[in-house]
């Protein structure tokens, strides 16, 4: 785990390195319970426009979100790392979100209604 995701400031980087990591913004069009994750998650269905596509992820999301909730909202993700084998998903992206005060994954949002596939500067 990195310090950042501890809590502590994570070593300073440069512009270079910021550009490296892909974040797009994506729009939720299905939500389902994925009870096969080893730690609860939901298995989303995200739409990043037409260059990157349709992607799923798997998220741990389910303390402080719902499944009715989540269809048709714009989520934030990196698109640029390699997929990871989650039981029997192949998750495409990294869906971010920030931890509450218990530790439970709040999602990063956004003010205003964005394009889909617009990149994070």
């Known amino acids: 785990m990195s310090a950042g995701a501890e809590g ?13 990591v892909d974040i797009r913004v994506g729009t939720i ?9 080893r730690r609860p998650a939901f298995r989303l269905t995200i739409d990043f426009g037409p260059e990157i596509g349709v992607k799923k992820s ?5 303390v402080r979100h719902s499944l009715d909730e989540l269809v048709g909202r714009q989520v934030m993700a990196v698109v640029n790392f390699p997929p990871r ?3 029997p ?9 920030f931890p509450d005060d218990a530790g439970n994954v709040v999602l990063a949002a956004l003010s205003h209604p964005v394009p889909n596939g617009g990149r994070l500067f």
Not at 8 to 20: C, K, N, Q, S
Not at 29 to 37: I, R
Not at 58 to 62: D, K, L, V, W, Y
């Open 85 to 87: 084998q989650i039981g």
């Open 29 to 37: 069009l299905t939500a389902e319970p994925f009870p096969e994750a």
């Open 89 to 97: 998903m192949r998750s495409e992206v990294l869906t971010l979100g």
């Open 8 to 20: 502590g400031v994570a070593p300073e980087i440069g512009y270079d390195d910021f550009l490296r």
């Open 58 to 62: 798997s998220a741990q999301i389910t």
